[in-house]
């Protein structure tokens, strides 16, 4: 599966669109785009994926760039519960062994 | 309804002892994992089962042995725990092995002295 480049950690003042960037610039073109997050002392969260089109759910939007290389998660309206890590992981869809790398992530802090 | 629920929360116990960890979900999916997160935060597969058989199996010590007595249910048995097996065990389920959604519980830390 490609690798996935984040930003260590970024803040996001509360009520404010939280914009986390990801580059996958070797992604493949069977390969989605997936993101989690991890609150504090919790499991993963799974939060949206796709493969060429932006995604929206109740939780976030997906856009991804024309040439797929890289993708941005936005959570519209942050609030304080959404301080977490936040990982970017690329996997090949639709096939077996559905192993999950989880790589450092991004650190969103909600600023009060 | 807890979605994917592990027990214990907490394992404290010596080197050298054997513990279990249980989980089930009752999401009604195919496939279950049993991930690692140690002290740095580092989160890793280490296996996978599918309809009750083992789908992955990353390198991880045989001490560590999973268990499936069905689908709803993934089991982690491990044996002559050492120092460096403490770390907080996370287990998950898909609706199958070929979806990328996983669900994860809310994780045993496991503390070995």
């Known amino acids: 599966d490609a690798k996935t480049t984040q930003p260590p950690s970024m803040d996001c003042a509360e009520g404010r669109a939280a914009n986390l960037p990801c580059n996958h610039s070797?992604?493949?073109?069977?390969?989605?785009v997936y993101w989690y997050r991890q609150i504090h002392s919790q499991g993963p969260q799974y939060i949206i994926h796709?493969?060429?089109n932006n995604e929206t759910n109740e939780m976030a939007s997906l856009i991804i760039t024309e040439d797929r290389k890289s993708s941005t998660l936005i959570l519209p309206h942050a609030t304080l519960r959404d301080t977490a890590v936040y990982y970017c992981i690329v996997r090949v869809g639709g096939t077996g062994a559905n192993n999950l790398f989880f790589g450092t992530g991004t650190r969103l802090t909600v600023i009060p | 309804d807890t979605a994917v629920s592990q027990t214990p929360k907490y394992l404290v116990t010596q080197m050298g002892n054997d513990k279990s960890i249980k989980c089930e979900q009752n999401l009604g999916h195919d496939t279950m994992y049993w991930y690692k997160q140690d002290s740095k935060k580092f989160l890793k597969i280490m296996f996978s089962y599918n309809n009750k058989e083992l789908i992955i199996n990353e390198t991880v010590p045989n001490r560590f042995s999973p268990k499936s007595p069905d689908k709803a249910h993934l089991n982690l048995h491990i044996n002559s725990l050492e120092l460096g097996d403490s770390a907080v065990y996370f287990c998950a389920s898909s609706q199958d092995h070929r979806r990328g959604e996983q669900y994860f519980g809310p994780g045993t830390r496991l503390t070995v002295t």
């Open positions: 796709g493969l060429k």
């Open positions: 070797t992604i493949s073109g069977n390969e989605y």
